[in-house]
């Protein structure tokens, strides 16, 4: 008998944002079944991908998994940079995330990698935290915002799965800041004049979105555990990044006042800033990504500061153009039903699963 | 009808090409322009100037027979002046390293610090030739006076007087980190936060890492405590160092601890504010800023021989008995250097 090309079956969950999108796009090709799911509607229809509307905060995950038989599960839904309320973000974080951990867990299931979207906010941001943050130092953070508090209880329950399944290889993938104009960081940047906090030009470390969709479809494909931070190499000084997107910083921020400032930036720019990324833009955050570059031979083919440039061009939205996402859904639909009757014509197995 | 000739200059800027193909297209900035003759004069004002001062030192040196102005000095303060501009110029155009640090920037306050270490506290230094060229080191100092003008010295000396000028990079107390405008400055000048995971990269990467075991509890001691010496933390700099193989170059400062002669701490008011210590001084808080300016005292550095601590494997790290021999070892080499340099010097200000 063949041994079935790994992975075969794969489920991503959190589909519907760009990022998604081109995991689902990048991942297409190299496997035989792609299915993805979300609250909402896709924003990009993929022929080869089977879409269902499942919502991670209701226990429905561990279903589809079983149903489906999925061998790998890519959990993208985790909020890191949203306008949304903090206990909202939580539901979904945790919660959301302890029903695929559920849902994957079991000695009979069928689940042999779990690749799980984290960010660099994990670490928080604090002027006594070392100048650059090794995987093994989130462990310092005491949670200062409500998202890192969220990162850090997910990634923990991750860990504990992976110790209680060691036959289902768990990654982490900490990703870095990104700025395309979906996050709040390139919101902040993209206005003509930034308020900055007085006396403070942080170090910024920026990921394009192509990297990070790259850095998740290889961990998606690849055997690697544990904790990876996945940032572009290099610095920007808030400064420079300001510079090169052609705006002036207005530095009447006080320091520390960290929710009055997201305060005063929200009513003057209309930019909802998070918590962690205030203490970001104070102290600024940078992590070692030399174990990405060791254990997956691969880095991120972007510098922080060709991030920053690619988004001055306007360039780092060419990723989705001009998302409508009822549209999409519709037209996704289209092309499932067109594809498994192509399938059923040819005498192939039926899909067993889809809408 | 003028508003007409207004919209139209806005709108279509007078552009001038020049002679070259590989020129940039020059669009005047809009608004009045100055007759040529004004427009020259300011161009050429500074070079006047210059001429003027050098013809006034050389009448006043032939007058009085002594130099009144050094032009050397002046001509440092003018490359300053036109540094800063050409740095004002380059825009986002730069790179800083992991730490913030931005050498080029840091190189451009050579000329000020240069002059406070040659003019005001004619700093003598001693045992250059113990610091390597190249290759990682960790430079070990006692630390005094209220502000850490001995760290901006044992940096300028390093560019002073040795052959191959390096920049050291010095650990900073994660308080003064997190402090508006302090911060940015000691980060973009190559500062970085006093973690053993900052010192082992710095070293890693074959820097050469000033460091002051002795913490705020040295800046923070009273004038009466003056060079005795504290208690060198927990020798967890010996440890670093035995990691990542370098040498420990101990480095006696003698000076500093003259220049804010701390007459009494206020705790209460520290604590109040936030910081380490509060100092009292005959001048601050009493004369405000003016009581920030610290005293001419004459300043002598020694760099002594390095202790080589990278001959140990870096297991012996984890060694409490050897690693606190080690730090004895630096901290009796420090004080002894402190007591022989004091004898060297005549008196405090002289």
């Known amino acids: ?355 | 009808m003028s508003r007409d000739t207004v919209a139209v200059y806005t709108d279509a800027p007078r552009v001038r090409r020049r002679h070259s193909r590989d020129a940039k297209v020059v669009t005047p900035a809009p608004g009045l322009r100055m007759p040529r003759a004004v427009r020259r004069l300011r161009r050429n004002a500074p070079m006047y100037a210059i001429q003027g001062l050098s013809d006034l030192s050389t009448r006043l040196r032939e007058l009085t027979g002594r130099e009144i102005i050094d032009m050397n000095r002046v001509m440092e303060l003018v490359q300053f002046a036109y540094q800063q501009q050409q740095l004002a110029k380059r825009g986002a155009n730069y790179v800083v390293d992991d730490f913030g640090f931005d050498a080029e920037w840091t190189e451009s306050f050579l000329p000020i610090f240069k002059a406070l270490y040659r003019d005001y506290w004619r700093v003598e230094t001693s045992g250059m030739e113990h610091v390597p060229s190249s290759g990682r080191t960790l430079l070990v100092a006692n630390h005094a006076g209220v502000l850490p003008w001995d760290g901006t010295m044992i940096k300028t000396a390093l560019f002073v007087e040795h052959p191959h000028p390096r920049h050291a990079r010095a650990l900073v107390a994660s308080l003064f980190m997190g402090m508006p405008f302090l911060s940015w400055f000691l980060r973009r000048t190559g500062q970085t936060v006093g973690h053993p995971d900052d010192t082992r990269r710095l070293l890693e990467r074959d820097q050469l890492v000033l460091v002051f075991p002795e913490g705020v509890r040295g800046t923070g001691k009273l004038y009466a405590d003056r060079y005795k010496l504290r208690r060198f933390g927990r020798g967890g700099f010996v440890s670093t160092a035995i990691r990542a193989g370098a040498p420990i170059v101990p480095v006696s400062v003698v000076g500093a601890e003259e220049i804010y002669p701390m007459i009494a701490d206020v705790p209460a008011l520290a604590k109040l504010m936030g910081l380490p210590y509060f100092p009292v001084t005959p001048f601050w808080p009493w004369l405000g800023p003016l009581g920030m300016i610290p005293l001419p005292s004459k300043w002598r550095i020694q760099f002594h021989e390095p202790v080589h601590v990278e001959v140990h494997p870096p297991e012996a790290a984890d060694d409490q008995n050897l690693v606190m021999a080690l730090s004895d070892e630096v901290r009796d080499t420090i004080q002894q250097g402190v007591y022989d340099n004091l004898k060297l010097r005549r008196g405090v200000f002289i």
């Not at chain 1, 403070?200 to 470390?205: K, N, T, Y």
């Not at chain 1, 998606?220 to 996945?230: D, I, P, R, S, T």
């Not at chain 1, 409508?324 to 192509?342: A, I, V």
């Open chain 1, 1 to 355: 008998m063949v041994t079935p090309p790994f992975p075969s079956r794969v489920l991503i969950t959190g589909v519907s944002n760009p990022l998604g999108a081109e995991v689902a796009r990048r991942l297409a090709p190299q496997v035989p079944w792609l299915f993805g799911c979300d609250v909402d509607d896709p924003v990009s229809a993929n022929e080869d991908m089977d879409f269902v509307h499942a919502d991670m905060r209701q226990s429905v995950i561990g279903k589809l998994v079983r149903r489906l038989r999925i061998d790998t599960v890519v959990h993208l839904a985790v909020i890191v940079d949203s306008g949304r309320g903090d206990r909202a973000t939580h539901e979904t974080n945790v919660i959301g995330t302890m029903n695929v951990l559920a849902g994957c867990a079991g000695p009979a299931s069928s689940v042999k990698r779990l690749v799980v979207k984290s960010s660099q906010a994990v670490y928080g941001a604090r002027p006594e935290y070392p100048s650059v943050l090794a995987e093994e130092m989130a462990s310092l953070s005491r949670g200062e915002s409500s998202i890192t508090r969220d990162l850090i209880e997910l990634e923990q329950l991750s860990h504990d799965f992976a110790l209680r399944n060691p036959e289902c290889r768990v990654a982490r993938m900490r990703l870095g800041y990104r700025v395309t104009r979906e996050t709040s960081l390139g919101r902040y940047l993209s206005q003509p004049l930034i308020p900055t906090f007085a006396g403070f030009d942080p170090r910024l470390q920026l990921l394009a979105e192509e990297d990070a969709a790259e850095a998740i479809a290889l961990a998606a494909l690849g055997k690697q555990e544990g904790a990876f931070n996945v940032a572009g190499d290099g610095v920007v000084l808030l400064s420079q990044a300001i510079t090169i997107m052609g705006a002036r910083s207005v530095p009447v921020l006080p320091p520390y006042a960290g929710w009055a400032s997201r305060m005063a930036i929200r009513s003057t720019t209309g930019v909802r800033l998070p918590s962690h990324l205030a203490e970001v833009l104070m102290f600024g955050s940078v992590v070692d990504c030399a174990r990405l570059h060791q254990e997956f031979a691969w880095k991120p083919a972007h510098s922080s500061r060709a991030a920053i440039d690619l988004f001055a061009q306007g360039k780092s939205e060419d990723v989705i153009e001009a998302p409508s996402p009822p549209q999409e859904y519709e037209l996704q639909r289209y092309l499932q039903r067109r594809k498994r009757e192509r399938r059923h014509g040819a005498g192939h197995a039926a899909l067993t699963a889809g809408p």
